[in-house]
């Protein structure tokens, strides 16, 4: 597997962009190395070169999503103290929701396809997963709330899922809103 280097505009992080994009956009067999590699500006042979298989970009693009959202959970953390949930909830139920499907969270794009990735990408989806419950468990409190995590995530996922697939701006309101609430009650 191939190591990513960050997404700096060299052009590894320009593929990775881009098949992150596509992966959030199409799903895993939604795209190909040939529209991915066109999409970094680049050739499928130098996408090749980078990752080897699509398979290995996908399990590159789960990986460097998944951390992208442990980075906004410790950011808020960091810059919020112990008011970080409800800054971290607003964010990710606001602003990152204006973003179009190719800028959304890894974990609700992306977990559909892990289900039914190969065994080594489901392994990198469960440990950057488990640190992203991690992180969010300690900074409910003290001990760490591991329970109080999963709920908060599950539900912060389920209801961006949700608000992304309805076409009805009014419903999407609604759910956006109703998870907003019910995220800051836990």
């Known amino acids: ?17 881009a098949a992150g994009r596509g992966f959030r956009l ?21 996408f090749y070169a ?15 999503g998944m951390a992208a959202l442990k980075r906004g959970v410790t950011f808020c ?11 971290f909830v607003d964010f990710y139920l606001g602003e990152q929701m204006k973003g179009g499907l190719d800028q959304a969270c890894a974990l609700p794009s992306f977990s559909p396809d892990v289900a039914r990735a190969d065994a080594a990408t489901r ?19 003290s001990p760490p709330d591991r329970s109080r ?9 389920g209801g961006a899922s949700a608000a992304r697939a309805v076409a009805d701006e009014g419903l999407r ?14």
């Open 1 to 17: 597997m191939a190591r990513h280097k960050g997404s700096d505009g060299n052009a590894h992080g320009r593929l990775l962009d």
């Open 26 to 46: 199409g799903g895993f067999g939604g795209i190909g190395v040939d529209a991915m590699a066109q999409a970094a500006g680049m050739t499928s042979g130098a």
């Open 50 to 64: 980078h990752f080897g298989s699509k398979a290995d970009a996908f399990r590159l693009a789960v990986q460097h």
């Open 77 to 87: 953390q960091d810059q919020h103290g112990t008011g970080w949930r409800d800054a």
């Open 123 to 141: 392994q990198v989806f469960e440990t950057e997963l488990d640190g992203i419950v991690t992180a969010f468990a300690a900074g409910l409190g």
């Open 149 to 157: 995590a999963w709920a908060l995530i599950a539900l912060l996922a």
């Open 173 to 186: 309101a609604e759910i956006l809103e109703s998870t907003r609430l019910a995220a800051k009650a836990l």
